[in-house]
């Protein structure tokens, strides 16, 4: 199974991208800067949120999403619906139909769950995951990650705030976004909050805290195979996911709410109740 570790990456932009002349608006700096050497630049909330609203249109058309009647779709309003505007924050979500194990969450409050992830979590190490990765956004992690890939994309100056003129990324540019992405990382400090995020997040709602521990030792499971390269790169700045595991553990029982994780069945199915009706009979009274 190859696996794109939710844990790297808390603004994952993944464009397969056409060779269409479509173009997309995105900035306030003409291309033009890019040539020019313009090195000052200034990025909000607002512009994060605006660059990842279309980065994660763009890949929605190029996914496979689960449609509402999904068994994935179905599962995921279950036990998330009720936090789409946690912490002040419009959070929307969808299902990914694929094999990947992967999560992701962007400033524009966008919310992307693989069914690979979904195949091998239960309801409460999943809220852990998604946890984790609304923490990232709640501590505009995902605006420094957006940075920091246009930089290395060289399309800092192409989205600057600083003129009143609209930049159009074309899809080729977008492209590069994409791939600085898939290398962009968060630092350890940052890892770290957005864990304890995810801890308190459980432990607010009531749900078993327990299941972060759980959910870091399980991806430490499946960090074999083809995963090894990126996993490597990802722990060569992120604690490893054992280490984390310990911490909220520790944390748990310092609370005294430790107990062993027990994981729960997991169904990402159509559930079909059948209805039988009981046909019923009048017996007549003997005269």
Known sequence: MKIKSFLAIALLVILNISKANAQINLGEKALGALQNGVASFTFSNEDAAKLSKEAVRKMDSTNVVAGPKDGYTLRLNRIFGKHASENGLALNYKVYLTKEVNAFATADGSVRVYSGLMDIMDDNQLLAVIGHEIGHVANEDTKDAMKATLRKAALIDAISSQSDKVAKLTDSQLGQI????????????????????????????????????????????????????????MMSSHPDPKDRAETAKQRAIADGLYKAYVQKPINNKVVVTKTTTKKTTTKKKKK
């Open 178 to 233: 994409g791939n600085a992405m898939l290398d962009s990382k968060h630092s350890r400090k940052q890892e770290s909050e957005a864990d304890t995020y995810s801890y308190d997040f459980m432990k607010k709602h009531g749900y078993d805290v327990n299941a972060v521990e759980s959910a870091f030792n399980l991806l430490a499971s499946q960090s074999g195979g083809a995963s090894a390269d990126f996993l490597s790169r």
